[in-house]
């Protein structure tokens, strides 16, 4: 399959893409120029701009859309703009592309940010975040669910939580979130599951790394994905 992996070159497409590699034939959009991937081929775009997108789009049998806001100035006026730009926006402008060129399937990160507080959130909770990340996402699945009524789109957006470095994740057992990060390799596992499976209309499905379920329930990513987070520490036992 001929994947178009939009703001691929950064942090979450670095570490599903070399897994992806090995089934798909790979085209990483981001508006990095000179970017060099062993594991894809590149091509300059910018999320604001929908002929780009367009362009890149022709010949793909489906888009996953991964671009990142900037993270510098954290809370800042510029920080928030850049969130909107690339989560709505730039999401906006890459499903209309989509429509544009033919493509009928697209696999979105989403994020459980789009709740104010995840951690209490169930499967089938309203989104409610308000600060500008998370209300930047919950916008963007509303934007996904609109393209699939006007466009017929299958969108599958992956709520992720913080994806992380297999070998990072190993030495996170200090961290707050700790049991819910998840792996680059569950993660990786959950994209590929989501192109494998097309399922029609728009579907949002939790990835963590909570194999135990003792905060967040990934019930729907197992029941339409067949996918559930494998990877364990050291420390634990199975």
Not at 105 to 133: H, Q, W
């Amino acid at each position: 399959m001929n994947l178009l992996l939009i703001g691929g070159g950064g942090h979450l497409g670095r570490l599903i893409g070399p897994t992806l590699a090995q089934d798909h034939h790979l085209t990483v959009a981001d508006r990095s120029p000179g970017l060099h991937l062993d594991w894809a081929d590149t091509v300059v775009v910018d999320v604001l701009d929908q002929d780009q997108l367009a362009a890149a789009a022709r010949g793909a049998d489906l888009i996953v859309y991964m671009a990142m806001g900037t993270k510098e100035g954290w809370g800042s006026p510029d920080w928030a703009r850049s969130q909107f730009d690339v989560n709505v926006t730039g999401l906006y402008n890459a499903l209309q592309a989509a429509a544009r060129a033919g493509v009928g399937r697209v696999v979105i990160a989403g994020s459980m940010s789009v709740f104010a507080d995840f951690l209490t959130a169930k499967e089938n909770s309203v989104p409610d975040a308000v600060e500008a990340y998370g209300l930047s996402k919950r916008l963007g699945e509303e934007v996904a669910r609109a393209a699939v009524v006007e466009h017929g789109l299958h969108a599958t957006v992956l709520r992720l939580v913080l994806p992380t470095a297999d070998e990072v994740w190993q030495d996170s057992t200090d961290d707050k979130h700790a049991e819910v990060m998840t792996t680059g390799t569950d993660t990786a596992a959950a994209f590929a599951a989501a192109i494998s499976v097309d399922i029609p209309g728009f579907t949002a499905v939790t990835i963590t790394g909570d194999h135990e379920r003792r905060h967040l329930d990934w019930s729907q990513a197992v029941r339409l994905l067949g996918w559930e987070p494998r990877s364990r520490r050291a420390t634990e036992a199975d």
